[in-house]
């Protein structure tokens, strides 16, 4: 008598056919690091098993709309910063208090804190995009919410334009 099961009996549960096997404790002492070597050359890019799904998994490579998703929120961050700066020059004022007093100190260091936490928030929903937020909502789908919110300001900001003095002339 054989151990694995047949092939009708595992079809649809799990990849590849592949026989659950939780009985058998985990061969691994420790969780693999953050950095390390398998965060570049893992092969790792979804879960293996099914009831980890929902449990959340971290990955070793991911997608590549991941990338031009970021690099397009990056660079619509460096044009929220821009017509900040502009909309100041003509009179406006921040509302976000932190902002404000970074933007008091200077403009590069407005921008490039502006930068950073943007970029920490993005790396942050990428490593984390198959976790859930109250069971409910993926974390890498707020990448998309990110995005979309960036693209309104933009919108917001250049539907400002036509108002304010080519204060950059």
């Known amino acids: ?17 592949v026989k659950c096997q939780r009985g058998v404790p985990d061969r691994r002492r420790n969780p693999t690091r953050l950095w390390s070597i398998y965060s570049f050359l893992g092969r790792r890019r979804r879960s293996r098993r099914i009831d980890d799904c929902m449990a959340g998994y971290y990955v070793d490579l991911y997608e590549p709309h991941l990338l031009f998703m970021s690099c ?12 900040t700066l502009l909309f100041l020059a003509e009179g406006a004022r921040e509302l976000n208090v932190v902002m404000d007093v970074l933007i ?9 804190v502006k930068y950073i936490l943007t970029s920490a928030g993005l790396l942050f929903i990428i490593t984390h995009k198959n976790f859930y937020i109250f069971r409910t909502v993926r974390v890498g789908h707020l990448i998309y919410l990110v995005l979309t919110i960036y693209l309104v300001l933009i919108l917001y900001e250049l539907s400002l334009w036509p108002h304010v003095r080519m204060a950059w002339l």
């Open 1 to 17: 008598m054989s151990t694995y099961p047949d092939k009708n009996e595992t079809r649809g549960r799990f990849p590849f056919g």
């Open 72 to 83: 397009g929120i990056l660079l619509l961050c460096g044009l929220d910063a821009h017509f």
């Open 104 to 112: 008091r100190r200077s403009d590069l260091l407005f921008v490039v």
